[in-house]
Each structure stands twice: as structure tokens, then as C-alpha cells.
């Protein structure tokens, strides 16, 4: 194994069980960005669906507008679950943080949400 598949390895090991730690989100981010460059298949749909997980429980983060949108960039790459799950959280989330800074961020990629095919599918529009 080269250098990289051993960084990879040992960050994706790392992620388990410590979504409380602040280096959490940056390590997740490195996965995700150097996956590419592994000389084995990642399961990327599963590291998606661990930072779906991460936002939903994380919202007070400082690190959240970050994955938010490192997730909602690669949303096409996870699990119709983890995207219906992100999907029913925004909406919910939109309906009752109206004075939330980051409330137009989370409002205007659900509605770019609303135009894709998989949302339209999944949520009868």
C-alpha cells in the first residue's frame, strides 16, 4: 500500500465514534478530497451519509456551513436515505430558524434540491 491508502485507512477508522471531536469535520473533509487517489474503492456513499448524520446533530458548529456544503456539493454520490433524511431535516429546519444566519444558505439549496430529478421523485413535486 502506498502512503495515501494508509492516510485513508486510518482516517476513515478514526471518524467512528468521535463526531464530537473538533479535528472531526477537517478529517472527514481530507477523506473526501484525496478518496480519488486511493489504489482501492471508498465508500464514499457511506462517508456522505456520515456527514448527513455530523449536520443534523452538529448545527451549532463552527465548522457546520462548511459541511453543509461539502455535502450538499456531493449529495448525488450518497444514499437516497441520507438524502431524504438531509431533505426532511432542512425543510423543518427552514420552517423554524427564520433568524438563523445561515438559514438563506440552507433555504436556497433546498430549493436547488427542489429542481433535481431525485427530490422530485422522492417527494412527489
Given at each position: 500500500?502506498?502512503?495515501?491508502?494508509?492516510?485513508?485507512?486510518?482516517?476513515?477508522?478514526?471518524?467512528?465514534?468521535?463526531?464530537?471531536?473538533?479535528?472531526?469535520?477537517?478529517?472527514?473533509?481530507?477523506?473526501?478530497?484525496?478518496?480519488?487517489?486511493?489504489?482501492?474503492?471508498?465508500?464514499?456513499?457511506?462517508?456522505?451519509?456520515?456527514?448527513?448524520?455530523?449536520?443534523?446533530?452538529?448545527?451549532?458548529?463552527?465548522?457546520?456551513n462548511?459541511?453543509?456544503?461539502?455535502?450538499?456539493?456531493?449529495?448525488?454520490?450518497?444514499t437516497?436515505?441520507?438524502?431524504?433524511?438531509?431533505?426532511?431535516?432542512?425543510?423543518?429546519?427552514?420552517?423554524?430558524?427564520?433568524?438563523?444566519?445561515?438559514?438563506?444558505?440552507?433555504?436556497?439549496?433546498?430549493?436547488?434540491?427542489?429542481?433535481?430529478?431525485d427530490?422530485?421523485?422522492?417527494?412527489?413535486?
Amino acid at each position: 500500500t502506498n502512503i495515501i491508502d494508509e492516510m485513508l485507512s486510518y482516517g476513515i477508522n478514526w471518524l467512528d465514534g468521535r463526531e464530537d471531536q473538533l479535528q472531526w469535520a477537517f478529517v472527514w473533509q481530507d477523506i473526501l478530497k484525496y478518496y480519488k487517489n486511493a489504489s482501492y474503492p471508498i465508500n464514499t456513499a457511506k462517508l456522505l451519509d456520515t456527514g448527513v448524520n455530523w449536520i443534523i446533530t452538529k448545527e451549532d458548529s463552527f465548522q457546520w456551513n462548511y459541511m453543509w456544503n461539502w455535502v450538499t456539493n456531493n449529495l448525488d454520490k450518497s444514499t437516497a436515505a441520507a438524502k431524504n433524511t438531509l431533505i426532511k431535516w432542512g425543510l423543518s429546519w427552514i420552517a423554524t430558524n427564520q433568524t438563523r444566519k445561515k438559514w438563506p444558505i440552507v433555504y436556497i439549496d433546498l430549493a436547488k434540491m427542489k429542481y433535481r430529478k431525485d427530490f422530485k421523485k422522492n417527494h412527489n413535486c
